[in-house]
């Protein structure tokens, strides 16, 4: 059975021409909703009502204008009422989230596995644009998501109730553990409760594995970005904040696509 699997998953995944572009279209306009959850969410606002309207002269923006990726190329990156500037992040959210589509659909075909780990991406990409924006994690997606993706028994083969249970458990205890730490030597706070919430979100999705691969390539691409950040910041008095979030966020995606294979290299190369 498992060999009949395989192989119809393969002859999926081969043909990809148009389930390809179906997945990049479906995935760009779902990143057109995640701009409006990115916008309003930290405003408190409806994700709902109204529609979608312009943030500087706030006119509501015609569904023929709304169009993914297309209708900011077409208006050149300006609003057709008032000619104000548009953020090229819009579009390349879309577009973002519409290659991670592809990439699913690539990895997983059209089966509940690339469905499940699609909205997991999604509100992973909400959250670390929320996190870059305003240094803050909402509690209204990372609290509501761990219940939502300890259902991963269900949809992910390798998954069990125990091993999700388990990964809320490390996840929020160990970054948990580290603030605590952290605090007991400082005397202040190094680490938000909206990156403990979040942790163990992802180990309600990933289990214990995913939690510690998070945790290790995150604090990678942190420490990383945190050295550019410094070099590029040692002549000005301008100070920057770096959230965790989006770092964390990347390290789970990075799992979702790569952890199995970099996990076996990793013990390979320990264990000659």
Same mark, same amino acid.
């Given at each position: 059975?498992?060999?009949?699997?395989?192989?119809?998953?393969?002859?999926?995944?081969?043909?990809?021409?148009?389930?390809?572009?179906?997945?990049?279209?479906?995935?760009?306009?779902?990143?057109?909703?995640?701009?409006?959850?990115?916008?309003?969410?930290?405003?408190?606002?409806?994700?709902?009502?109204?529609?979608?309207?312009?943030?500087?002269?706030?006119?509501?923006?015609?569904?023929?204008?709304?169009?993914?990726?297309?209708?900011?190329?077409?208006?050149?990156?300006?609003?057709?009422?008032?000619?104000?500037?548009?953020?090229?992040?819009?579009?390349?959210?879309?577009?973002?989230?519409?290659?991670?589509?592809? /990439? #699913?659909?690539? *990895?997983? +075909?059209? @089966?509940?596995?690339?469905?499940?780990?699609?909205? %997991?991406? &999604?509100?992973?990409?909400?959250?670390?644009?929320?996190?870059?924006?305003?240094?803050?994690?909402?509690?209204?997606?990372?609290?509501?998501?761990?219940?939502?993706?300890?259902?991963?028994?269900?949809?992910?083969?390798?998954?069990?109730?125990?091993?999700?249970?388990?990964?809320?458990?490390?996840?929020?205890?160990?970054?948990?553990?580290?603030?605590?730490?952290?605090?007991?030597?400082?005397?202040?706070?190094?680490?938000?409760?909206?990156?403990?919430?979040?942790?163990?979100?992802?180990?309600?999705?990933?289990?214990?594995?995913?939690?510690?691969?998070?945790?290790?390539?995150?604090?990678?691409?942190?420490?990383?970005?945190?050295?550019?950040? /410094? #070099?590029?910041? *040692?002549? +000005?008095? @301008?100070?920057?904040?770096?959230?965790?979030?989006? %770092?964390? &966020?990347?390290?789970?995606?990075?799992?979702?696509?790569?952890?199995?294979?970099?996990?076996?290299?990793?013990?390979?190369?320990?264990?000659?």
């Amino acid at each position: 059975m498992l060999i009949i699997y395989k192989e119809c998953e393969n002859t999926m995944a081969d043909y990809m021409p148009f389930p390809g572009w179906f997945a990049f279209i479906v995935g760009a306009c779902i990143g057109s909703f995640l701009n409006v959850c990115i916008y309003r969410i930290p405003e408190n606002r409806s994700i709902v009502s109204p529609g979608s309207f312009c943030p500087n002269c706030q006119n509501s923006i015609p569904f023929y204008l709304n169009i993914p990726i297309l209708s900011y190329i077409f208006l050149k990156g300006r609003c057709k009422f008032c000619q104000g500037s548009i953020s090229i992040r819009y579009p390349l959210i879309e577009a973002l989230t519409g290659i991670f589509a592809v /990439l #699913l659909a690539l *990895k997983f +075909s059209l @089966t509940p596995a690339a469905v499940y780990w699609f909205v %997991f991406i &999604s509100v992973l990409i909400t959250i670390s644009f929320i996190d870059l924006d305003y240094q803050i994690i909402p509690d209204r997606i990372s609290i509501p998501g761990i219940f939502i993706f300890s259902s991963s028994f269900y949809f992910l083969p390798e998954m069990t109730l125990f091993q999700s249970f388990a990964g809320i458990l490390t996840g929020g205890g160990l970054l948990y553990a580290v603030a605590a730490f952290y605090y007991l030597l400082r005397k202040q706070e190094g680490m938000g409760g909206g990156d403990i919430k979040l942790l163990a979100m992802i180990g309600a999705a990933t289990g214990i594995k995913g939690v510690l691969f998070t945790v290790f390539t995150g604090s990678l691409l942190g420490t990383f970005i945190g050295i550019l950040t /410094l #070099l590029y910041t *040692k002549n +000005s008095d @301008t100070k920057f904040r770096i959230p965790f979030g989006p %770092f964390l &966020s990347a390290g789970a995606i990075l799992y979702i696509f790569l952890g199995d294979g970099l996990i076996q290299w990793y013990v390979g190369m320990i264990s000659r």
